[in-house]
């Protein structure tokens, strides 16, 4: 069974550039997250999807940050004009509403 | 909100001693919080050790314990002795099912096991 697959691995941005970062759940998982881990923090949520519906996007910064789940399988998250507060890694989760989630390998962003 | 506080590490071991991470919890939103310890062995994702869904019971993987305990609110995670295979990055988190299992972690303990 393929697990999570996120990509690209690694960005470096300046100030005010965007960026997009795609993930690829687990074939059959309808539960998606995207967690924000800064340096040295833990994994902080951002937004959750069932399906295409979003769930929870309560933590997402919307200025900026957007995501989506149009056919309830990949997922796209976004960050337009990027600041250096926002290096960190993403991280993209899946469950089939086990208690288990499934990590990818996450998405390593720098902004300078 | 919730909230999860776990050892501060680095934290180093030698390989067969016993090991304890703390860890604590504030659940102000989730009547019923389900535990959870996750891992990220050096290279590899993040992946789930082990959890617990009810308060008074113990979950166990790989020789490590941690024990759902209500009344102090914590999950400990223990395990009587480590290997250097264990040196890896450990986060206590809690969640719910009826909340979509949305995790709240720990900030993580480094754990490193000299041979």
């Known amino acids: 069974e393929a697990g999570v697959t996120q990509s690209p691995r690694y960005a470096v941005l300046q100030e005010g550039q965007a960026v997009s970062f795609w993930c690829d759940p687990i074939?059959?998982?309808?539960?998606l997250y995207w967690y924000q881990q800064p340096r040295d923090q833990g994994p902080q949520l951002l937004v959750y999807?069932?399906?295409?519906?979003?769930?929870?996007n309560s933590q997402l910064p919307s200025d900026r940050f957007s995501a989506v789940r149009p056919k309830g399988t990949n997922s796209t998250l976004k960050i337009q004009s990027a600041k250096q507060g926002d290096t960190a890694t993403y991280l993209c989760?899946?469950?089939?509403?086990?208690?288990?989630?499934?990590f990818g390998e996450g998405s390593k962003l720098t902004v300078l | 909100g919730d909230s999860v506080t776990q050892t501060e590490g680095p934290v180093t071991v030698s390989e067969s001693e016993s090991l304890i991470i703390n860890c604590t919890y504030s659940?102000?939103?989730?009547?019923?919080?389900?535990l959870f310890w996750y891992v990220r062995y050096p290279g590899e994702g993040l992946q789930l050790l082990l959890k617990?869904?009810?308060?008074?019971q113990k979950g166990s993987s790989r020789g490590f314990e941690a024990t759902y305990n209500k009344e102090t609110t914590s999950f400990h995670l223990q395990k009587a002795s480590v290997q250097e295979s264990d040196s890896a990055v450990y986060y206590c988190?809690?969640?719910?099912?009826?909340?979509?299992?949305?995790?709240?972690f720990g900030t993580g303990t480094s754990l490193l096991v000299d041979p």
């Open positions: 074939s059959g998982h309808d539960t």
């Open positions: 659940a102000t939103s989730i009547a019923y919080p389900n």
């Open positions: 999807f069932r399906d295409e519906a979003v769930i929870d």
């Open positions: 988190a809690l969640g719910d099912l009826n909340m979509g299992y949305k995790l709240t």
């Open positions: 989760a899946s469950n089939a509403n086990t208690g288990q989630l499934y």
């Open positions: 617990v869904i009810t308060a008074g």
